[in-house]
T-cell receptor, first 110, second 110 residues
Framework: EDKVVQSPLSLVVHEGDTVTLNCSYE??????LLWYKQEKKAPTFLFML????IEKKSGRLSSILDKKELFSILNITATQTGDSAVYLC??????????FGKGTRLSVIA | DGGITQSPKYLFRKEGQNVTLSCEQN?????MYWYRQDPGQGLRLIYY???????QKGDIAEGYSVSREKKESFPLTVTSAQKNPTAFYLC?????????FGSGTRLTVV
């Protein structure tokens, strides 16, 4: 059975801190790993990772995939209160729906 | 603008009633999905459809039903057989990589 495990499940940090969110997976026929940010309602797309060792960056957010060890990390530097959200990791394989982890709830306090 | 529209945003149901959640997309996507989200549980797949007039059960299909008579529409009915329907319901569609999500419907049983 496909499995995606995120850790920690929740995290509280102060503004300016750097955080690392983890996602490990056990999936047959892996195609890609995706990260989403969910604030109130619809998750919004952050990154899609298909190759090991290639870092994807967007502003203060970055992510990398390790296909040998079957995990990915999402880093957020210089956190702001607007980064407070649930961060979802999902794994994709051909022709079947995304498999999601339980998410990490990040709270950034001023 | 292309996107996915879910309605209503909030829905209250009495025990024993069936209710239908609407999901419409104008993205010309073939595949559509329904997920349920409970606190601390991530997204769990209810049903999905990869083509008109065809759909498959997800991990938690019991107590739910769907139809896919048109490419644009994928309504979800929560039946009285669903014992704990209070949750946040997300609809998504896909063409190629990744998902586009609707804004969700929050269903509460009163």
């Amino acid at each position: 059975e496909d499995k995606v495990v995120q850790s920690p499940l929740s995290l509280v940090v102060h503004e300016g801190d750097t955080v690392t969110l983890n996602c490990s997976y056990e999936v047959t026929n892996f195609r890609s790993l995706l990260w989403y940010k969910q604030e109130k309602k619809a998750p919004t797309f952050l990154f899609m990772l298909t190759s090991s060792g290639i870092e994807k960056k967007s502003g203060r957010l970055s992510s990398i995939l390790d296909k040998k060890e079957l995990f990915s990390i999402l880093n957020i530097t210089a956190t702001q209160t607007g980064d407070s959200a649930v961060y979802l990791c999902a794994v994709e394989h051909p022709y079947t729906p995304l498999v999601f982890g339980k998410g990490t709830r990040l709270s950034v306090i001023a | 603008d292309g996107g996915i529209t879910q309605s209503p945003k909030y829905l209250f149901r009495k025990e024993g009633q069936n209710v239908t959640l609407s999901c419409e997309q104008n993205l010309n996507h073939d595949a559509m999905y329904w997920y349920r989200q409970d606190p601390g549980q991530g997204l769990r797949l209810i049903y999905y459809s990869q083509i008109v007039n065809d759909f498959q059960k997800g991990d938690i299909a019991e107590g739910y039903s769907v139809s896919r008579e048109k490419k644009e529409s994928f309504p979800l009915t929560v039946t009285s057989a669903q014992k704990n329907p209070t949750a946040f319901y997300l609809c998504a569609s896909r063409r190629g990589y990744g998902y586009t999500f609707g804004s969700g419907t929050r269903l509460t049983v009163v």
